[in-house]
């Protein structure tokens, strides 16, 4: 299907009225990327993603439509979000015109500490992780890259003025990030009755299953805020045994809440 053209302005072309042949996917390729596709569109409602569904299904024969639908009911892939509210739909569909467009956004914006900011950033890339939509992008307020939580971003306008990408991708940031960030090692106590979470959680070789059935961890863990959300989630089945310092902050924080109910 390559046509060569000769000249100064000549190269090579796929021929028009090329054709993709549907024995280039399987039915398993093309079942888990119609789920996929399908799965983010409904949240981003883009007209080039719908296009693309169109497309990968057209490959498909009518003979085997029926084996693509009990392909795509085998393997489900649900990517939809936490949360995931009209509104949140239409702020998804304006962040991804904005980095197409690459133009700049104004947001309003809540930390995970609960401050508030306005900021004028540079939209890079939507990022989907543990069931949320994060925005990538550069802060010109901070003159920094920054990770924001789409669902914190309280009220947002895409401006005029347009910027020029800038090099570092998010990868790059992520791998930077894991580099810095400090490791702690954590020893717990968990309840027996933990089993199924501990096994979701931990790395088989942090485990150690004692006489009682409970749970002896001991395992790296980056020192950020979610650490303590992490070990609250575990409630009363759960002892912090080492660091001291971790076990002090454990105790300070349930001082406070147990004063709320004296």
Request: aromatic share 10%; hydrophobic share 35%; proline share 3%.
């Amino acid at each position: 299907p390559i046509i060569s053209h000769s000249g100064n302005n000549g190269g090579f072309s796929i021929y028009e009225d090329y054709k993709l042949n549907h024995q280039v996917l399987t039915m398993n390729n093309l079942s888990s990327l119609l789920s996929v596709l399908t799965d983010i569109n409904t949240t981003v409602d883009d007209i080039e993603l719908e296009s693309s569904i169109e497309k990968l299904q057209n490959i498909v024969p009518e003979n085997k439509i029926d084996d693509l639908k009990l392909y795509s009911e085998q393997i489900i892939i649900d990517l939809h979000p936490y949360g995931d509210s009209p509104s949140q739909k239409t702020l998804v569909k304006t962040i991804r015109q904005a980095i197409t467009q690459t133009r700049l956004l104004t947001i309003a914006y809540r930390n995970y500490d609960n401050v508030a900011s306005n900021r004028q950033i540079e939209p890079m890339s939507l990022v989907f992780k543990k069931y949320t939509w994060y925005l990538y992008a550069y802060c010109l307020l901070k003159e920094d890259f920054r990770l924001f939580r789409v669902s914190r971003i309280r009220d947002y306008h895409m401006d005029e003025q347009s910027f020029e990408r800038r090099k570092k991708s998010y990868h790059e940031m992520m791998a930077l990030e894991n580099e810095q960030t400090e490791m702690i090692e954590i020893v717990l106590k968990i309840s027996a009755m933990m089993k199924s979470r501990v096994e979701d959680i931990f790395k088989e070789e942090d485990i150690t299953v004692l006489e009682t059935g409970d749970f002896y961890i001991e395992s790296m863990m980056p020192q950020q805020d979610w650490l303590m959300s992490l070990i609250f989630s575990f409630g009363e089945h759960v002892e912090v045994l080492e660091p001291k310092e971790l076990r002090q902050q454990i105790s300070s924080k349930l001082k406070l809440m147990n004063n709320k109910y004296l």
